[in-house]
């Protein structure tokens, strides 16, 4: 079945550097989405991603998919403390069967 | 309503009782997911409705697990014969549609089963 993988899995960085995190699916995905879970928290809902070698931006945040649309990546310029929690990527292929990524949990030390 | 909404918030229950678990999605979801997290994992997609029908239900771990949903609104998770493996935070999302993306999550219900 579909399986997606996120890497790292754990990622330590000081405030100010930057961070990436990376998504890849065992199948071409329709779309992908990107989530945030802050700890104790529940998922919150960051983006969605729908054509092939796509870049979209929030503020400090970047999100591609791939060309091959079977990667992701989120890209986090300067991290700061607000940063921290686990992101999630979640991929759908053929059906609308939402498949979540193992996730990334950053950690930004001050 | 404003958010999902989910209840109950906890839920402790011995081994072998049933348990039904609750979500109210945002008025006009048409859309409704339910996954399940274990502590420090990702999220394991259980179920999904379109209105009231679950095109899907291959993420259901066993017979022992069912969910329902009337109305296009509230959708209940029923555990049979619960045992300490289903201890986890139940999570339930819903969408205005299911082709749009963005879901919102409600805060969950932590099952424990002891």
């Known amino acids: 079945g579909q399986q997606v993988m996120q890497i790292p899995q754990y990622q330590h960085v000081q405030e100010g550097e930057d961070f990436t995190t990376y998504c890849n699916s065992s199948?071409?995905?329709?779309?992908i989405q990107w989530y945030k879970q802050r700890p104790g928290g529940h998922p919150v809902f960051l983006i969605q991603?729908?054509?092939?070698?796509e870049v979209k931006k929030q503020k400090r945040l970047t999100f591609q998919f791939g060309e091959a649309k079977k990667n992701s990546s989120l890209h986090i310029t300067a991290t700061q403390t607000t940063d921290v929690g686990t992101y999630f990527c979640?991929?759908?292929?053929?059906?609308?069967?939402?498949?979540f990524g193992t996730g990334t949990r950053l950690k930004v030390l001050a | 309503g404003a958010g999902v909404s989910q209840s109950p918030s906890n839920k402790v229950t011995e081994k072998g009782k049933d348990v039904e678990l609750r979500c109210d999605p945002i008025?006009?979801?048409?859309?409704l997911y339910w996954y399940r997290q274990r502590l420090g994992q990702g999220l394991e997609f259980l179920i999904y409705?379109?209105?009231?029908?679950?095109?899907?239900k291959s993420g259901l771990p066993s017979d022992r697990f069912s969910a329902e949903r009337t109305g296009e609104s509230v959708s209940t998770l029923t555990i049979q014969r619960t045992q300490q493996e289903d201890s986890a935070v139940y999570l339930c999302?819903?969408?205005?549609?299911?082709?749009?993306?963005?879901?919102?999550f409600g805060s969950g219900t932590r099952l424990t089963v002891v």
């Open positions: 999302a819903s969408s205005l549609d299911i082709r749009v993306g963005g879901y919102t």
């Open positions: 199948t071409t995905l329709s779309n």
């Open positions: 991603l729908v054509k092939s070698g």
């Open positions: 979640a991929g759908v292929s053929g059906t609308y069967k939402y498949i």
């Open positions: 008025s006009g979801h048409t859309a």
């Open positions: 409705f379109q209105g009231n029908s679950a095109p899907d």
